[in-house]
C-alpha cells in the first residue's frame, strides 16, 4: 500500500485506538463495468448480492459510495474512510461485526461480505485475495 493510503489508514483514531489492517475496497454496490458486458456485469453485482438487511438494520447504515475506499479494521472499529485523506464514511464498533466471508471471485476482483451481528451483511470487492484472508485472521 503506498504511504497515502497508509496515512489515510490512520487519520482520526482515537487516542490509544490501535489499526490492525486495512485494504484498499469496492462496495459492490457501487462497482461499476466497464463497456457492454461490463455494464450488464455491472448492473448484476449492484442487483444481485450487495447487501443483506432490512431497513434499520446495520448494512442498511451505510451510505451509498461510489469508488475505492480503505476498509480498516482497528481494535475498537471497523469502517471505510476515503483514501486520499481519511475521511471517515461509515464506522461501526468492532463488536458489530461477526465475520468476513469470502465469496467466488467475480471478473478480477475477490468478492467478500462482511457479516454484521444482526444477520445483515454487505458485499464488497478487492484486488487482493490476501486483503480478504488478514480481515478473516482478525475477525473470524
Do not use: C
Amino acid at each position: 500500500m503506498s504511504a497515502l493510503q497508509e496515512r489515510s489508514a490512520h487519520s482520526q483514531l482515537a487516542p490509544g485506538e490501535q489499526l490492525l489492517a486495512y485494504g484498499r475496497v469496492v462496495p459492490a454496490a457501487g462497482a461499476k463495468g466497464v463497456g457492454i458486458s461490463g455494464a450488464v456485469a455491472g448492473l448484476l453485482v449492484n442487483a444481485v448480492g450487495a447487501r443483506s438487511g432490512a431497513a434499520g438494520s446495520i448494512a442498511a447504515g451505510m451510505p451509498r459510495t461510489s469508488g475505492a475506499l480503505l476498509l480498516r479494521v482497528t481494535d475498537q472499529r471497523v469502517g471505510l474512510v476515503r483514501p486520499l485523506d481519511g475521511t471517515p464514511v461509515w464506522e461501526v464498533p468492532r463488536a458489530w461485526v461477526a465475520r468476513i466471508e469470502r465469496r467466488p471471485r467475480t471478473q478480477l476482483m475477490a468478492r467478500f461480505r462482511v457479516h454484521y451481528s444482526d444477520g445483515s451483511w454487505l458485499a464488497f470487492l478487492t484486488m487482493r485475495r490476501r486483503t480478504i484472508e488478514q480481515f478473516r485472521s482478525l475477525i473470524g
